[in-house]
């Protein structure tokens, strides 16, 4: 009766003081959340083996220093502090995830900068992660989040053992999750080769013929942002140039040469050149028997809108009089007539049979006994540069493309009409002018409409891609012959398989730190104690509460 009189007396239900505190203690500490889309490190397997983040979902806390327990926190970095050593230390303490923030427009970084991104992305590439690896870009939320986690970090190790406790129950930090399952293979994947066929004048069978191919897949360390502008943007886009001045030639009864021309833009390249493989694979009988009179060579155009040199790979070098000899002086003739500061040069590479990798494509059909040969104005393979995030529209010289273009399509007719070059002591007419003339401005089209678009082999699976109906049309509007082709990895022993979650939305909330838990479940079971202690204790309490306070004399009837 005497606990009933008191609650009488404040007007207040019962379940006020116990249930109001423990909402206020268990509510949600939460205080908002961002959405940040974010993309994740590659993941493939080739030859064999793993490489990439082998991971996808994530739910931890960020931070920008990892603690004593790594495995629970998201490390942010910026791309611009990172560097290769640093990169290697962090990922050897084995956070929980990674988030790597880079810069809105990548221009912004300078030459010192780029050399260092270049050999992260390579270490990147090398290795097999365990945990998720994300991109994301630094929008104005990013920025202010992370000097939010920043600030919370750098404070932190300035504060005694005693304000450390306080700010980390009372501090609020940020919790990083990417929902979804494990990633998995992309089961039948399949990637398109595009074929077209210029025939010369007579039985076709009997003809000789040239073949160009150029690979219009991509890569760099996150498969969204592969753009390959100039690997390999700038040889589709010579390639398709070319298709298009030389099918004129074949139209025309007056310059129809004797001479069959095959176009091929080759899938999946980044992966040891698996389209040319297939290619070889459905043809390369039929080529290898008439290899004595059929196939004149193999050029394969890979990474053409940079510099002033352009080197001529080959596995083994040409024979006096052959094929390849005659289209290598008809190359350096060209260049010297048209292109005078263009260094033109000869690389000699053995194919190394013990390794995984191929260096340059044309090497796919010299182990078929074909004569081919890769021109690039890279002068040694596997390059930097041709896997990364930084070969966008801006690192390519249109001006340079068109000037290569015309030196190679000049030698391509000087080969094609057996015209005498530079080299005999004659002077030759050109034969790309006028109407003829290689157009900068459709070479500056393609190569913004290839850099415009990520073209990892992971996005290429469907035919219906916009890339590649996009360069069948480009074919079928030069070549009558034009098919696509699509092929995918061995189901029982795959040479490449390639694994999905590429992009994603990052779900940014900030939240009171795990130690808040703790604070608030001791805070909870402490009240419900003293609550508990109060209500069996309570004729002892109320007692002392009237000789200390005539407010609770309360009459009792």
Known sequence: MELNDVLEAFRFPWLFFVCVPLLLLMASPARGSHEIPVFRLQQFDLSGSSYGSRASALSLEATTQLSSTPSRQCLIVRLKQLTLEI????????????????????????????TILHHVEQYLLSESFAMPVYFAVETDEVVEMYEAIEHSTASAA????????????????????????????????QQHNIEGRLQGVGVEEQLPTVMLVAHYDAMAAAP???????????????????????SKLYRSRSTHPRLNLVLLLSAAGKLNYAGSRHWLDENGDSLETAASQGVQFVLCLDSLAQGDTVSLHVSKPPKPGSSGQKFYEALRASAAEF??????????????????SLAWEHEQFSMRRLPAFTLSHYEEADQLEQRTLLDTRPAVDDSRLARNTRVVGEALARFMFELPSAAEGTSTSAVLTEEMAVSEEALAGWLSFLASVPRPAQLMTEASNPVVTSLKAALQRDVHDVRVSS????????????????????????????????????????????????????HQLYALAQRISPVFKVRVE
């Open 224 to 246: 969204e942002l592969s753009f390959g502008a100039d690997s390999n943007g700038s040889g589709v886009a010579m390639l398709l140039e070319l298709s298009r001045l030389l």
């Open 339 to 356: 292109a005078p500061e263009l260094n033109v040069s000869m690389v000699h590479k053995k194919i190394n049979l013990g390794d995984r």
């Open 487 to 538: 092929f995918s990895a061995d189901r029982r022993e795959p040479d490449w398989v390639l694994f999905g979650a590429t992009r994603a939305t990052l779900a940014a909330h900030r939240v009171k730190p795990a130690v808040f838990d703790l604070a608030a479940t001791a805070a909870i079971v402490a009240y419900l104690a003293v609550v508990y202690l109060a209500v069996t204790n309570f």
């Open 158 to 189: 300035t504060r005694s053992a005693t304000e450390a406790l306080l700010a980390a129950i009372l501090s609020t930090g940020y919790q990083l999750e990417v929902a979804g399952s494990a990633s998995t293979p992309l089961s039948g994947a």
């Open 87 to 114: 990169a290697k230390d962090l990922l050897g303490k084995g956070p929980g995830g990674l988030l790597i923030l880079m810069p809105e427009t990548l221009e912004e970084i300078t030459s010192d900068q780029r």
